[in-house]
């Protein structure tokens, strides 16, 4: 694994998982890059082992952003792993200090003004641990919702802005729901576990076009295998049935 890094300040660290899939990931940089205050952010963008064309594809959007991370994988590790490697090298390696961290898909496009809806909810309210934007499929029942924020007990990981605080509290990722799924259950379980709020950010909105890179790698069947493996074990670590 290799990774070029810059150690400026900035408040939001935004980390981007990629395995080939190179239109959806170019796409999601360059929303990022319009939609962003540049000084606001640093990107890390976790590549796990895509072809060069692909990685080629993308580098000239990543590279027009100002504050910007690549790791060079070997191997697809998936979401969770890819998630985990980077935390690891944020806090452990760089000890970088920044207020808030965005896990990303990138199969996703943000839209303007997503980010300060986050972050003014995480900023403003010390009970609030963890937000998702609104997207696609919850934007209907949520635009009848008024306010600024909804509370639920799990928010998915398309999107997820989380306090540096908690995310060190709570832990890393749990690796043993493989490439993923559930793993986004177990974590706003963990985090309300130890006392936070979690839910959406109602004046936030990112595109989501939904596991399309999972569906390039693996058949609808094993899908529903690797969806049905993971549920067991999440209820198995929390004693459900």
């Known amino acids: 694994?290799?990774?070029?890094?810059?150690?400026?300040?900035?408040?939001?660290?935004?980390?981007?998982?990629?395995?080939?899939?190179?239109?959806?990931?170019k796409k999601c940089f360059e929303s990022i890059r319009k939609y962003t205050p540049q000084d606001e952010y640093r990107l890390w963008w976790m590549?796990?082992?895509?072809?060069?064309?692909?990685?080629?594809?993308?580098?000239?959007?990543?590279?027009?952003?100002?504050?910007?991370?690549?790791?060079?994988?070997?191997?697809?590790?998936?979401?969770?792993?890819?998630?985990?490697n980077v935390l690891r090298l944020m806090f452990d390696v760089h000890k970088i200090n920044s207020e808030y961290i965005i896990l990303q898909n990138n199969d996703t496009v943000v839209t303007e003004n997503w980010i300060e809806p986050m972050r003014l909810l995480l900023e403003n309210n010390s009970s609030i641990g963890m937000v998702s934007p609104v997207t696609k499929d919850n934007k209907d029942?949520?635009?009848?919702?008024?306010?600024?924020?909804?509370?639920?007990?799990?928010?998915?990981?398309?999107?997820?802005?989380?306090k540096s605080k908690v995310l060190k509290e709570a832990g890393l990722l749990d690796e043993s729901f493989g490439v993923g799924l559930w793993d986004d259950h177990d974590y706003s379980?963990?985090?309300?576990?130890?006392?936070?709020?979690?839910?959406?950010?109602?004046?936030?909105?990112?595109?989501h076009y939904h596991r399309t890179t999972f569906k390039k790698i693996y058949s609808a069947e094993e899908l529903s295998k690797i969806h049905r493996e993971n549920m067991s074990k999440y209820k198995k670590k929390y004693g459900m049935r």
């Open 47 to 84: 590549d796990n082992g895509s072809t060069k064309k692909s990685c080629d594809f993308v580098l000239p959007e990543f590279n027009k952003h100002k504050n910007g991370v690549v790791i060079w994988g070997s191997e697809n590790l998936g979401f969770v792993r890819g998630i985990n």
């Open 1 to 25: 694994m290799e990774w070029d890094y810059e150690g400026n300040i900035v408040m939001i660290e935004i980390i981007i998982p990629t395995y080939n899939n190179e239109e959806y990931t």
């Open 141 to 162: 029942v949520m635009s009848k919702i008024s306010g600024l924020f909804y509370e639920l007990a799990t928010v998915t990981f398309f999107c997820v802005m989380i």
């Open 189 to 207: 379980h963990r985090v309300r576990k130890i006392g936070y709020k979690i839910g959406i950010a109602l004046k936030s909105f990112v595109y």
